[in-house]
């Protein structure tokens, strides 16, 4: 089957680690994005990638990094520069944003 | 002033009733994007329409992109549609640009 998937569902981590977020798809899109969602709060964008070796910064990218080394892959680090990380993490794919189940994070 | 506004923030009908989501925007857009996230935090995407109307199933979404506006109707709505509304526009960078959603409560 086709789809996106990401992984873990729940991720737990101790203030001053580096955490990195799976996002795979098999739909043979080009472009892949991430977001993050906090309560009462509409999605921000974090990374977006167009193509293969290429990212740009979304609104929110101070914290993170990505890579984009395949296509079917766009892993998310969050880095302990991110102050404030706890939230939903959510990763899509093509331009029409089919979207992953989403990563929960929590720093401790 | 957020670039992409959604009314009513909040929703409350009986099962069966007419349902309108209205979005509108303040830049350039390429598209509309119209999402549905599920209490579990799964995000679909409903549509993607540049100008026009579509239409899925009980679902209809307008766009009219001289009054920077659009619309998302629901027709005899059920309990099973109760989900957060979510408009997001793609100013044509590869970005996307959300509202803040609008919660919808169907009542049987």
């Known amino acids: 089957d086709g789809g996106i998937t990401q992984s873990p569902k729940y991720l737990f981590r101790k203030e001053g680690q580096n955490v990195t977020l799976s996002c795979e798809q098999n739909?043979?899109?080009?472009?892949m994005y991430w977001y993050r969602q906090d309560p009462g709060q509409g999605l921000r964008l974090i990374y977006y990638?167009?193509?293969?070796?290429?990212?740009q910064k979304g609104d929110i990218a101070e914290g993170y990094s990505v890579s984009r080394e395949k296509k079917e892959s766009f892993p998310l680090t969050v880095t302990s520069a991110q102050k404030n990380p706890t939230a939903f993490y959510l990763c899509?794919?093509?331009?029409?944003?089919?979207f992953g189940p989403g990563t929960r994070l929590t720093v401790l | 002033k957020n670039e992409v506004e959604q009314s009513p923030q909040n929703l409350t009908a009986q099962e069966g009733e007419f349902i309108t989501i209205n979005c509108s925007y303040s830049?350039?857009?390429?598209?509309l994007h119209w999402l549905q996230q599920h209490p579990g935090g799964g995000i679909v995407s409903l549509f993607m329409?540049?100008?026009g109307k579509k239409k899925h199933g009980r679902l209809i979404a307008t766009i009219n992109i001289q009054e920077k506006h659009s619309s998302l109707h629901i027709t005899a709505s059920h309990p099973r549609d109760s989900a957060v509304y979510i408009c997001?526009?793609?100013?044509?960078?590869?970005?996307?640009?959300f509202g803040k959603g609008t919660k919808l409560s169907v009542k049987p």
């Open positions: 990638s167009q193509i293969v070796n290429d990212f």
């Open positions: 997001a526009v793609s100013p044509g960078q590869g970005n996307l640009i």
């Open positions: 899509a794919s093509g331009i029409e944003q089919f």
């Open positions: 830049v350039g857009i390429s598209a």
């Open positions: 739909l043979n899109h080009d472009a």
């Open positions: 329409l540049s100008s």
